[in-house]
């Protein structure tokens, strides 16, 4: 059974940082792309940046603008996002997803998803 858990959400004052992790099990995290998305109160669920499987293409949309990173570690069959420089408007659930086929910003591709973690950026 395929399933991802996601971690290390929480509250952060705008600026401030955060990790979050997305841990899986029952397929490996090198084969399939996985997906970073985030949805807010009131709007649609959007793709926020994703990482190739079999690659380490990553692609990230603008509105992250430089200032989060996805990485993966295979030993621990898990991806993160670091966030940096967060600002208000970044306060949504984040969500992790995966696909076999390649990376999409597409909510509706993904066929796995987490249960997603809080991000709340406020003073």
């Known amino acids: 059974q395929l399933r991802l858990v996601e971690s290390g959400g929480g509250l952060v004052q705008p600026g401030g940082s955060l990790r979050l992790s997305c841990a899986a099990s029952g397929f490996s995290v090198y084969l399939f792309s996985v997906g970073w998305f985030r949805q807010a109160p009131g709007k649609e669920r959007e793709g926020v940046t994703c990482?190739?499987?079999?690659?380490?293409?990553?692609v990230y949309r603008d509105v992250v603008d430089g200032r989060f990173t996805i990485s993966r570690d295979v030993a621990k069959n898990t991806v993160y996002l670091q966030m940096d420089n967060l600002k208000p408007e970044d306060t949504a659930v984040y969500y992790c997803a995966a696909r076999y086929q390649v990376c999409s910003d597409r909510a509706g591709e993904f066929e796995y998803w987490g249960q997603g973690t809080q991000v709340t950026v406020s003073s």
């Open positions: 990482i190739g499987g079999g690659s380490d293409h990553n």
